[in-house]
């Protein structure tokens, strides 16, 4: 995602004297991809490309499955959030391009992989991200998937291949999903179909048997359950999942963490969705998704910024839960919630909605 032009005379973070004649003679424009507001994390995408190619040298020093020596390719050194979009998936494929040369079997050559994997699916390009994160388990070492030698970079491979697979409606057949398989038939019985939903729900066990309760890819692979559960329409189950993981989350990662954002998000979200089942109490659950909505719009506009995909998601979410034409008016919501979305900074060209 692009962002809006940026005033004349701000400058790349990167590199404010070397790159001004050079990059502006080709035409590229200062973007942002993270969290970054104000002036602050502009950037030329060729500048912040190279600067991860220059810090690759000291990824080498440190074990590929550690998630600290790969940071360059995914974060931010300013805000310390992901980057997402156009900046990520470019990220991922100048990994992948100066990795790929190694040999099978080379752990930096497969954590390459991951890191396109992940920078597609970020760009929202997941037929292309399905490719890769098929091809990466296909060539992984297991024997079974518990005991894989990669646990960290497996788990967080098949956690995308099940997001990618829910978003497609596609299921997965490849021999290593397949050893997948063979451990979630022994948990479940009869013979249920390894969807993306089937896929998250027995990885999130393997990430707590390998990584721990607290690692931090286990609450990303709680918030991707959720969302499978919300986008499948399993709205009661993910609202008393999300709500259970929700708590784990903020105490392991924090309230400003962009996964807990993202998981309060949800939760409105899968509030929002139960009032279409029926029931007497569907205003009232409208009117808790509201404030939920409210809430996290706050939270994740402090975080993130106003124009970060985020927080132009929920804003998109809440917008549709005023569209609702229910027997309600606007007189039913508390004066403090209009109060709250008043003083959220909005977007430029974005209008108020909630009047």
Same mark, same amino acid.
């Given at each position: 995602?692009?962002?809006?032009?940026?005033?004349?005379? $701000?400058?790349? %973070? @990167? !590199?404010?004297?070397?790159?001004?004649?050079?990059?502006?003679? &080709?035409?590229?424009? /200062?973007?942002? #991809?993270?969290?970054?507001?104000?002036?602050?994390?502009?950037?030329?995408?060729?500048?912040?490309?190279?600067?991860?190619?220059?810090?690759?040298?000291?990824?080498?020093?440190?074990?590929?499955?550690?998630?600290?020596?790969?940071?360059?390719?995914?974060?931010?050194?300013?805000?310390?959030?992901?980057?997402?979009?156009?900046?990520?998936?470019?990220?991922?494929? $100048?990994?992948? %391009? @100066? !990795?790929?040369?190694?040999?099978?079997?080379?752990?930096?050559? &497969?954590?390459?992989? /991951?890191?396109? #994997?992940?920078?597609?699916?970020?760009?929202?390009?997941?037929?292309?991200?399905?490719?890769?994160?098929?091809?990466?388990?296909?060539?992984?070492?297991?024997?079974?998937?518990?005991?894989?030698?990669?646990?960290?970079?497996?788990?967080?491979a098949v956690m995308y291949l099940a997001t990618v697979?829910?978003?497609?409606?596609?299921?997965?057949?490849?021999?290593?999903?397949?050893?997948?398989?063979? !451990?979630?038939?022994?948990?479940?019985?009869?013979?249920?179909?390894?969807?993306?939903?089937?896929?998250?729900?027995?990885?999130?066990?393997?990430?707590?048997?390998?990584?721990?309760?607290?690692?931090?890819?286990?609450?990303?692979?709680?918030?991707?359950?959720?969302?499978?559960?919300?986008?499948?329409?399993?709205?009661?189950?993910?609202?008393?999942?999300?709500?259970?993981?929700?708590?784990?989350?903020?105490?392991?990662?924090?309230?400003?963490?962009?996964?807990?954002?993202?998981?309060?998000?949800?939760?409105?979200?899968?509030?929002?969705?139960?009032?279409?089942?029926?029931?007497?109490?569907?205003?009232?659950?409208?009117?808790?998704?509201?404030?939920?909505?409210?809430?996290?719009?706050?939270?994740?506009?402090?975080?993130?910024?106003?124009?970060?995909?985020?927080?132009?998601?929920?804003?998109?979410?809440?917008?549709?839960?005023?569209?609702?034409?229910?027997?309600?008016?606007?007189?039913?919501?508390?004066?403090?919630?209009?109060?709250?979305?008043?003083?959220?900074?909005?977007?430029?060209?974005?209008?108020?909605?909630?009047?």
């Amino acid at each position: 995602m692009w962002p809006r032009a940026f005033r004349r005379g $701000q400058a790349c %973070f @990167i !590199n404010r004297h070397m790159c001004h004649e050079t990059r502006s003679k &080709y035409g590229e424009r /200062l973007m942002r #991809g993270c969290s970054c507001t104000g002036t602050t994390g502009l950037a030329h995408l060729t500048c912040v490309m190279t600067q991860a190619t220059l810090g690759t040298a000291s990824t080498w020093v440190k074990a590929s499955n550690e998630p600290d020596g790969w940071t360059q390719w995914n974060t931010c050194r300013l805000c310390g959030q992901e980057y997402h979009g156009t900046v990520r998936c470019a990220l991922g494929w $100048q990994c992948w %391009f @100066i !990795n790929s040369a190694r040999k099978a079997g080379d752990e930096y050559l &497969y954590r390459a992989m /991951l890191e396109l #994997g992940i920078g597609l699916v970020a760009a929202s390009r997941h037929e292309e991200a399905f490719g890769v994160l098929e091809t990466l388990l296909s060539q992984l070492p297991f024997r079974k998937f518990h005991e894989t030698i990669h646990p960290r970079l497996s788990c967080e491979a098949v956690m995308y291949l099940a997001t990618v697979c829910n978003k497609l409606g596609w299921e997965s057949s490849m021999v290593n999903v397949n050893k997948l398989r063979a !451990n979630f038939l022994s948990l479940v019985p009869g013979r249920p179909r390894l969807s993306g939903l089937n896929m998250l729900r027995v990885i999130i066990g393997k990430v707590f048997i390998n990584l721990g309760e607290d690692d931090e890819l286990r609450h990303r692979c709680a918030l991707e359950l959720g969302v499978c559960m919300v986008d499948q329409n399993l709205v009661a189950e993910a609202s008393r999942f999300l709500g259970k993981a929700g708590h784990a989350t903020v105490r392991a990662l924090g309230e400003e963490h962009a996964i807990c954002i993202e998981m309060h998000w949800r939760i409105a979200q899968s509030i929002y969705k139960r009032h279409f089942f029926g029931g007497n109490d569907y205003r009232d659950l409208l009117m808790a998704s509201i404030k939920g909505h409210t809430a996290v719009l706050d939270q994740s506009t402090k975080a993130h910024g106003v124009e970060h995909p985020t927080t132009l998601a929920i804003r998109a979410s809440l917008k549709l839960c005023f569209e609702e034409q229910l027997d309600w008016t606007l007189d039913d919501i508390p004066r403090r919630v209009f109060e709250a979305l008043d003083e959220i900074p909005r977007p430029p060209g974005h209008k108020v909605f909630w009047r």
